[in-house]
């Protein structure tokens, strides 16, 4: 246990319901180590009539689970009982595995044709406390750390179940889960000569793809608001770059750059009332940040070089951002207001497109060295520097809202496909699109 | 309109021509001796040069011979330097603008696809900014110049590796027409 080793999962989900789902993601665990608490998740029984397939809840969780790189999941083949429900459990049969953390449940009829999910989450090991004197409760009761009945449409039940996830991860880590959370990201496909680019969103394991905005021309950068209600993103729609912000809900969406020039790389700042973007309106690729309620620009650089790619530390008080000043494009900092630039980054020859981590203490990066482009991580206030990820053209960091993973766009033979890193570099996967390349992964933040 | 007007004039004085030609030969006189210097006219005949035989008579932008003919301009890696190959062809595509003021072109600059999409946006800016100082410099006006930077976006080549890179880093001149 605990020795890394090369593993390959593959966890293929059949949606149904779902009229607008075509791409399948197939989600591959293809290294890291195994996680080192061991719990057990019983198949839950799915007590209501279906037309056709179920959806698999527990499935669900434990791939969720699984894909933390925190958890060893205990052989099911090896399960000498499967409760649903917590007064059905002998407690001593789980210790005997060696596992610590047992969830058991069901899914039951709801009202309105819906669904009732119940699930329970046990300490195996907890030990009751001293007896009050009062009547003893049943040992599940005292052994439960949390015990959840949801309802839930058809249609929802991904999403109970990644929410599940969220609830179980975060008892047992004490940090929030992001199994809820969705990505942004483009793809593109080729017809007959003619290309088609698509930004999508999806859940953050790929499944129930919605695609927001398709065009002939390229699309790029998109960027998350803070309360992950809005994207702003980069289009040549108009043979020209433009940069549009769109409500996710609506759809509506609002041109807010198209000055003379390259209008490109928006990023919100923390209280999503500004973007900080790069326009060459002065001859040269310049950072501005605009107040998106008046459109009014204040401009943030000087100079002669290539600076872009800004992002806005979580704290709103400074902006990293890439350069080439130094004679190669190196990562800087400039406070919000302006000022005096400063180089973060030294390891190497090029560095760029920063993202912060959700508190502020690191930064993920494109880094390049002869190898190729890979994914490196900054802690700031050291200095340090590791690299993540071996890939020739690793790009488009960005961080998951915990912190935990870094999502990333790779080259996989001739397609660009999405894969992930957990922070410590520990585990990794990938998320193959079944047709086109998939490019410009971005992270949505916790929706406000 | 005016430009179709002028290629079938120049197609018709070619018919013309051939017609004239065919004349001569029944005339008995030497067909060698057409458009052949003058030195060798023979009393017994008068002969014409082809006019436009030769030359080269329609926009020099339609000419394959023109360094105009040439209309992608090449880069080192991460670099936005001109190379001194691709230093004549964009003189003459600043004279031939600052010649024909109401013509105008877009310049498009591109990157490989190796490191970060934005600052190849960046890179494929500066790239194109490149030709259109100069093109100004030749005495081409601000307004026919306009640049759009693809950065990587817009590859000719799709392969990883240097040969498609190679061709990828480039700046095309579009001519607007």
């Given at each position: 246990m605990g020795k890394p080793m090369l593993k390959k999962l593959s966890f293929l989900f059949v949606i149904l319901f779902?009229?607008?789902?075509?791409a399948v993601l197939d989600i591959e665990i293809t290294g890291g180590a195994v996680g080192e608490h061991p719990i057990a998740i019983v198949p839950f029984s799915w007590e209501v009539k279906t037309r056709g397939l179920a959806t698999d809840v527990s499935g669900i969780l434990s791939s969720d689970l699984s894909r933390t790189g925190k958890f060893a999941l205990a052989d099911?083949?090896?399960?000498q009982e499967r409760p649903h429900?917590?007064?059905?459990?002998?407690f001593e049969k789980w210790r005997s595995l060696g596992v610590e953390s047992l969830v058991v449940g069901r899914v039951r009829p709801g009202s309105n044709g819906n669904y009732q999910i119940q699930f329970q989450l046990f300490d195996v090991y907890k030990r009751p406390e001293a007896?009050?004197?009062?009547p003893a409760e049943p040992e599940y009761k005292l052994k439960q750390v949390i015990g959840y009945s949801l309802p839930s449409s058809a249609q929802d039940l991904r999403r109970t179940a990644h929410y599940m996830s969220d609830l179980i991860y975060e008892a047992l880590t004490g940090e929030k889960g992001i199994f809820t959370t969705r990505i942004a990201y483009v793809t593109v496909k080729s017809q007959a000569k003619k290309k088609s680019y698509e930004l999508q969103i999806a859940d953050m394991?790929?499944?129930?793809p919605f695609t927001v905005l398709k065009s002939h021309e390229p699309i790029m950068s998109p960027s998350w608001s803070p309360d992950a209600r809005q994207l702003a993103y980069v289009t040549f729609e108009n043979k020209k770059s433009q940069i549009y912000v769109q409500?996710?809900?609506?759809g509506k969406r609002t041109l807010v750059s198209t000055i003379r020039g390259v209008n490109s790389a928006p990023s919100w700042s923390p209280d999503g009332k500004q973007l900080a973007l790069t326009l060459s309106r002065d001859g040269n690729l310049e950072l501005y940040t605009m107040k998106?309620?008046?459109r009014k620009l204040r401009r943030l650089t000087r100079n002669s070089a290539i600076d872009t790619e800004a992002v806005w530390a979580p704290d709103g008080k400074s902006i990293a951002f890439v350069s080439d000043r130094s004679g190669r494009p190196q990562i800087y900092r400039v406070s919000a207001n302006g000022g005096r630039a400063e180089r973060i980054t030294f390891l190497g020859n090029y560095n760029s497109r920063p993202a912060f981590s959700p508190d502020g203490k690191k930064i993920t990066m494109v880094h390049g060295n002869p190898e190729g482009y890979h994914i490196a991580i900054l802690d700031?206030?050291?200095g340090v520097m590791d690299i993540l990820t071996d890939g020739q053209l690793d790009e488009s960091p960005s961080f998951a809202p915990n912190g935990s993973t870094i999502l990333y766009a790779t080259a996989s033979g001739k397609r660009g496909i999405l894969s992930a890193v957990s922070s410590d570099g520990k585990v990794k996967q990938r998320l193959v699109l079944q047709q086109g390349d998939v490019r410009e992964p971005s992270w949505a933040p916790y929706r406000k | 309109m005016l430009k179709k007007l002028l290629l079938a004039v120049f197609i018709y004085s070619f018919i013309l021509a051939g017609c004239s030609t065919t004349g001569e030969k029944t005339d008995g006189?030497?067909?060698?001796?057409?458009?052949?210097?003058?030195?060798?006219?023979?009393?017994?005949a008068n002969t014409t040069g082809l006019p436009g035989v030769g030359t080269f008579?329609?926009?020099?932008?339609?000419?394959?011979?023109?360094?105009?003919?040439?209309?992608v301009i090449y880069f080192d890696y991460d670099s936005s330097e001109i190379t001194p190959e691709f230093q004549e062809v964009i003189l003459a595509h600043g004279q031939y603008l600052a010649e024909h003021q109401a013509t105008s072109i877009t310049l498009t600059g591109h990157t490989d696809e190796r490191g970060s999409r934005e600052y190849n946006i960046g890179l494929g800016e500066q790239r194109a900014q490149s030709v259109r100082r100069m093109l100004l410099f030749q005495g081409?006006?601000?307004?026919?110049v306009e640049v759009v930077s693809y950065g990587e976006e817009k590859p000719v080549a799709e392969g990883h590796d240097e040969s498609s890179y190679s061709q990828n880093r480039r700046v095309e001149i579009v001519y607007k027409r």
């Open positions: 779902s009229p607008h789902v075509w099911e083949s090896k399960f429900h917590g007064d059905e459990v002998d007896s009050d004197g009062g394991d790929g499944h129930n409500q996710v809900d609506t998106l309620s008046t700031i206030e050291s | 006189a030497s067909v060698e001796d057409r458009g052949s210097d003058s030195s060798a006219t023979s009393d017994s008579k329609g926009d020099p932008l339609d000419n394959p011979a023109s360094p105009l003919a040439t209309r081409a006006a601000d307004r026919q």
